[in-house]
């Protein structure tokens, strides 16, 4: 059931499938919005509650004036939760951007968890890491901000969603790449600039989930074998460090592995959930 809720004094875009014990909330990644989990969804529907939001910034969501902080991303997510009347186990699971704003949830619920009605059971990060951006990588956004600023928007859409896939799989998700592009339409350019701001703002989360894991919360990390964002070496390292979080990398996908190996990933988060 999709509807609009007002959350940390914005407008949001809410999916909620309503039925199940268990709840997973799922936030998407960059110029994505909840209907990038239109599949993953309906797999998850059959034995959980789903709720999937635009985020700040992105689809049929408001945004903060300057910068959708990953702190303000948070308190509308879980301003959500409440609103939903959500009760009982939580999972929230982040792909990529969606990832950073789901450690921000977490971290913000520990602070405060009588606060809510509902138990943190366990985080997800899809093709996300703890880290947070370096020097090169917010050159790069700040260039970004420059050309959403000349009206180059559905360029940069055009260019970077098929890059999420693996090469060899554009052509078998050309339907969902088409998809994503023409949703990009929906975006406010401000709201896309302000999402940017936040995420060259967001803090390195690696103590925080070194910490939460080995205290035995739940933190599972998924990757692709061929995520040209993530490349392997790098996910090799991310899995030596984090030593107490469960690591999964699925084969045959790239930075968008939970459509391109979602039969793959529905085995292990049925685990990992229990």
């Not at 070194?210 to 964002?229: C, N």
Request: hydrophobic share 40%.
């Amino acid at each position: 059931m999709e509807f609009f809720a007002t959350s940390n004094n914005i407008p949001v875009h809410i999916n909620d499938s309503k039925k199940g014990e268990i709840t997973i909330l799922l936030l998407h990644g960059y110029l994505e919005t909840l209907y990038i989990f239109n599949e993953l969804s309906e797999s998850l529907e059959k034995k959980f509650r789903v709720i999937s939001i635009d985020l700040p910034g992105h689809g049929l969501s408001g945004s903060a004036p300057e910068v959708n902080s990953m702190e303000f991303c948070s308190q509308v997510a879980l301003g959500v939760l409440d609103k939903c009347n959500v009760s009982g186990d939580v999972y929230v699971a982040g792909h990529s951007m969606g990832g950073y704003v789901a450690q921000q949830i977490v971290k913000d619920w520990m602070n405060e968890p009588s606060g809510w009605k509902f138990n943190m059971k366990g985080l997800v990060l899809l093709n996300s890491v703890p880290y947070a951006d370096s020097e090169e990588k917010k050159q790069a956004r700040e260039h970004e901000i420059e050309l959403i600023g000349k009206e180059m928007l559905d360029s940069i859409a055009e260019i970077s969603i098929p890059k999420m896939y693996k090469a060899e799989n554009l052509r078998k998700f050309d339907e969902k790449i088409i998809e994503t592009q023409e949703i990009c339409e929906t975006h406010d350019p401000a709201g896309i600039c302000a999402s940017i701001r936040g995420m060259m703002q967001r803090c390195d989360y690696s103590d925080f989930i070194k910490k939460i894991s080995s205290e035995g919360f739940k933190v599972l990390f998924v990757h692709g074998d061929s995520d040209k964002f993530n490349p392997i070496e790098r996910i090799q390292t991310i899995k030596d460090e984090f030593a107490n979080v469960r690591t999964e990398i699925l084969n045959e996908s790239g930075h968008n592995s939970f459509i391109e190996a979602e039969d793959s990933l529905l085995c292990v988060l049925a685990d990992f959930l229990g």
